[in-house]
């Protein structure tokens, strides 16, 4: 009887062998989870962060970009306003598309 511990001398080592491999597969299973969530978790938080330093920069340096372009065309105050006028406009405009694309109509 290949069960049977009396008769089996492998089977202490056989046993050991299938706890150590059934608790190492659930141990597995379970931290490569939780290290890929956490993961994910401090990515996000860090891309998250990134963005929202990254867009008002953008938007400076737009800014700027555009009132010193304006400036080889007119004076600098008058750059100013415009590139001021120019950018503001294009930032509504496209905050008005994100709206307008927010809420699809229903079919009917």
């Given at each position: 009887m290949p069960g049977n511990p009396f008769t089996d001398p492998q089977w202490?080592?056989?046993?050991?062998d299938t706890v150590e491999r059934v608790v190492g597969k659930v141990r597995t299973v379970a931290t490569d989870n939780a290290v890929k969530a956490s993961r994910g978790i401090?990515?996000?938080?860090?891309i998250l962060i990134s963005v929202l330093i990254a867009l008002p920069l953008?938007?400076?340096l737009a800014l700027g970009a555009l009132?010193?372009?304006l400036g080889f065309f007119v004076s600098h105050e008058r750059a100013v306003w415009m590139s001021y006028l120019l950018l503001g406009?294009?930032?509504m405009l496209g905050g008005f598309v994100a709206l307008r694309k927010r809420h699809t109509k229903?079919?009917?």
């Open positions: 202490a080592p056989d046993l050991a401090v990515f996000g938080v860090l953008l938007v400076i009132r010193e372009l406009s294009i930032l229903e079919m009917a």
